[in-house]
């Protein structure tokens, strides 16, 4: 390969990995916060399983 092809190649790469880390700072801030996240970190944990929901009401059902 010719010197100024090996530059080029190099600057390419480099713009590359450039890009990269871009895509992946973006990436992590969009995804920062998630419904998923939440629950991993233990969001939920403390609500345990209390069966049917309290404040929930059964409304009657219509008769046809």
Known sequence: MTEPA????????????????????KFDKVTDGTFRDKIVKGRFADQGNQGVDPGRTEAPRKQD
Do not use: G, P
């Not at 090996?6 to 700072?25: G, H, M, S």
């Open 6 to 25: 090996k530059q080029v190649a190099q600057q390419t790469e480099d713009r590359l990995e450039d890009l990269a880390d871009t895509v992946r700072e």
